[in-house]
Every structure is written in C-alpha cells, then in structure tokens.
C-alpha cells in the first residue's frame, strides 16, 4: 500500500521536515535538536496555514542558558522565536497568539518585559497571556515563549 507521506531527512544539519498531508514540521539547524525532548520548533497545518511553535526559552545548542536575568532571557527567546517564525515562513507580522511563561510573580516582572515586548512586536499586536509558573525547562530557564502564528 502506497504512503502518502513524504520524508527528508538531514541529521547532521539537525534540520528535518515531515510532510504528512497536513503536518510540516519545522526543526531549524540554529535550533537545539529537539528530538531527545520529543519535540519539533514548530508545526504548520498546511491545510490551515497556521503555524503552532513550541515553547521557546534561552537555550543554545548544548541546552544551556546564556543570559541569567529575565531581560537578557527575553530578548534571547525573542531571536530564537523569530529564527522559528522564519524557518517555517511566517513572521513576527503574522503572530496570532503568544504565551510567555515568566518564573516567579509575573507581576514583578512586568516593568522590566513590557517595552521590550512592545518593541518586539511593534504593531502586529497579537493576542498576548502572560503566566508567572513555578518551574520551567531548567533551573535556570526564566522564560519561555510558545506561539500560534500564521503563514506570510
């Protein structure tokens, strides 16, 4: 029986794609490998156009932090989630939807992220949670950033 899906495969650059009708994932080789986690950056519905990507947080390629305050971790994960954005054809224009998960009271927080945000996101606007959580991706995780966005 003949498969519908497509696969290609390049584990050295640590960038793959699977395309399943529906499904794309978007693993981008400036990206951890997120395959021992289980994960994929993002994920496009390609029948819908919408891009769902998975939380980001300050992580290099070795799972490390390279910035220990909640600013410094911010503006990292808003690279990270624009490196997302790209690979999978969308854009910071095209955000629908962004969840940011702050350790600790989000309130506390707020002064600090808020003109950052605002400049990141300029005038796309999207619909915006924020969430102060216990815990993160690693001790050292202060933020992290998932996303729904829409193709260009």
């Not at 395309?19 to 289980?38: A, E, F, S, V």
């Not at 891009?51 to 220990?68: K, L, P, T």
């Not at 624009?82 to 309130?107: F, K, M, Q």
């Amino acid at each position: 029986m003949a498969s519908n899906s497509s696969r290609e495969l390049d584990y050295n650059a640590l960038s793959y794609t699977i395309d399943t009708m529906r499904k794309q994932l978007i693993n981008p080789p400036q990206r951890y490998d997120g395959r021992p986690h289980g994960l994929s950056h993002a994920v496009v519905d390609t029948a819908s156009g919408i891009v769902y990507i998975s939380g980001q947080v300050d992580w290099d390629m070795n799972h490390q932090v390279s910035s220990h305050t909640v600013e410094g971790q911010l503006r990292n994960v808003l690279t990270n989630l624009t490196i997302v954005l790209d690979a999978a054809g969308s854009s910071v224009e095209n955000l629908l939807h962004l969840r940011i998960y702050v350790r600790g009271e989000l309130g506390e927080s707020m002064e600090a992220i808020a003109p950052i945000l605002a400049q990141f996101l300029a005038e796309s606007r999207p619909a915006l949670t924020g969430i102060g959580v216990a815990s993160l991706a690693s001790k050292e995780t202060l933020v992290e950033i998932e996303a729904t966005a829409a193709l260009k």
